[in-house]
């Protein structure tokens, strides 16, 4: 069944670019959510006011529409914004750049949520014994914050690496030859769109298993030092 | 910026937003029922009832939803003779009622396990007192269990509409003229990109948030009785 008429390599191909795209993104989600959770933690409102519109407005858009809008929006809009300052620059979006980049974009505002309650869940006590042992702000983040926040983190961050990778399907649209165009590919050359396209999910189900298989391990290797009632 | 471009195809774009509210609407209703119906089988001990239901909410809750989308559209041509035979394929060939299966059977999947987390919510005092008053079965579920169910799942559910909504934006890529489906053709023909397709997400803003308001004031309604217990 997995030949596909020769076929199967070809989405086999694009699982592997599905699996790189969805790393891709999810970096940039993390550093996107990272840093948009500590606007949102920070005492300066107007990046608190920045972060929020941010959350508000990715949140509120679906992916498709924001990967039609950086991908063929983005090119003329810088065109027409160097245009009006007397320049003239051509920009062409390399799919798998737009794609990742957006799909980390919109991520990174789940994540930003998730980084947030995970900065706030670490016992306030911990933070003041750092202060009172003579670090300052930043060491305190770094040495105390930052790693017992990771424990809070990693089961919301699993979901939306879960929602994530799926969401990389939509990336087909804009012709990355990814898992799902691949399979496009395949089943308009052997006729067969509902064989390739349940291949496509099967795939899709296994990167889904692994993820929580990993999810699990990870969680156990986070919360290793925290006694179990 | 050409703002005209976006004031042409006004009337379009409030065709669209008709038919992605009607895409939803349909959807999350049918939905619903279903996800009732499946999250009372999958919080049942027999295997034989509440397997299945596992293996479809893993299915539909671990594939993209656009593989989904395209195994039923395009996948069901595959089985033209026999849905021909069965009467169906009058169904299938439609863009239309393909996008309202998915959509119905995706958010089926997620809405009952969101369910079924309110159904194990529900405090085993509650159960207990109405066993003692006699309920059972549906009685049981009709009276007691599921209204205290959905009480704690609303939240949750509420972000499943929310994502089917943005969701239904993908029937565009099978040719239905959603708020995403009018953007994509203005803008091949005007080539007004950012224009349109800025426009199309300021719609599904207003959509989205008008959504989350609404639902608040279902939940305000539903849990109005424990407002003074929360304080």
Request: glycine share 8%; with cysteine; net charge positive.
């Amino acid at each position: 069944m997995f030949n596909l008429e020769g076929y199967g390599h070809l989405l086999l191909e694009g699982a592997k670019l599905t699996i790189l795209v969805g790393l891709f993104s999810m970096v940039i989600a993390l550093a996107l959510g990272m840093v948009a959770a500590l606007c949102k933690l920070s005492k300066i409102w107007i990046l608190d006011f920045g972060a929020g519109v941010y959350t508000t407005v990715v949140r509120g858009v679906p992916e498709l529409v924001l990967i039609l809008l950086v991908y063929y929006g983005g090119p003329t809009l810088i065109q027409d914004a160097s245009g009006f300052f007397g320049y003239d620059v051509y920009v062409d979006l390399n799919p798998f750049v737009a794609g990742s980049m957006t799909i980390g974009f919109i991520y990174g505002a789940f994540a930003t949520e998730v980084f947030r309650g995970a900065f706030m869940a670490v016992s306030r006590g911990q933070i003041e014994a750092a202060r009172a042992c003579g670090m300052g702000s930043v060491m305190a983040f770094r040495r105390i914050q930052l790693p017992q926040m990771w424990r809070f983190a990693i089961p919301g961050l699993g979901n939306i690496w879960m929602v994530l990778i799926k969401a990389t399907a939509l990336i087909s649209v804009i012709q990355l030859p990814e898992l799902m165009r691949n399979a496009d590919v395949a089943a308009r050359a052997i006729r067969k769109p509902f064989t390739c396209y349940f291949v496509a999910s099967l795939l899709y189900l296994l990167i889904t298993i692994l993820s929580l298989v990993f999810q699990q391990w990870a969680e156990k290797r986070a919360s290793r030092g925290v006694r179990r009632e | 910026m050409d703002i005209s471009v976006i004031i042409e195809s006004l009337p379009d774009f409030f065709k669209g937003t008709v038919l992605t509210i009607q895409l939803t609407a349909i959807s999350v209703a049918i939905g619903f029922c279903l996800a009732i119906l499946l999250s009372i089988m999958r919080v049942s001990k027999n295997p034989f009832v509440w397997m299945p239901v596992y293996g479809f909410n893993f299915y539909f809750r671990g594939t993209p939803l656009l593989v989904q989308l395209f195994l039923i559209y395009y996948g069901s041509g595959q089985f033209q003779d026999f849905l021909s035979t069965v009467g169906l394929w009058q169904y299938f060939r439609e863009a239309y009622f393909c996008a309202v299966l998915t959509l119905t059977l995706n958010t089926a999947a997620y809405a009952s396990e969101i369910f079924r987390g309110g159904i194990q919510g529900v405090s085993f005092g509650e159960v207990e007192a109405a066993r003692a008053c006699g309920m059972s079965g549906v009685k049981l579920y009709r009276r007691i269990i599921m209204p205290a169910a959905l009480r704690i799942a609303w939240p949750a559910y509420t972000n499943e509409v929310v994502f089917l909504l943005q969701a239904s934006s993908l029937v565009s890529i099978i040719t239905l003229m959603d708020i995403t489906g009018v953007a994509r053709v203005e803008a091949a023909q005007t080539f007004a990109f950012y224009e349109l397709f800025l426009f199309a997400a300021f719609i599904y803003l207003v959509l989205v948030y008008g959504v989350i308001f609404l639902f608040r004031k279902v939940e305000q309604r539903i849990t109005a009785h424990l407002v003074h217990e929360a304080k």
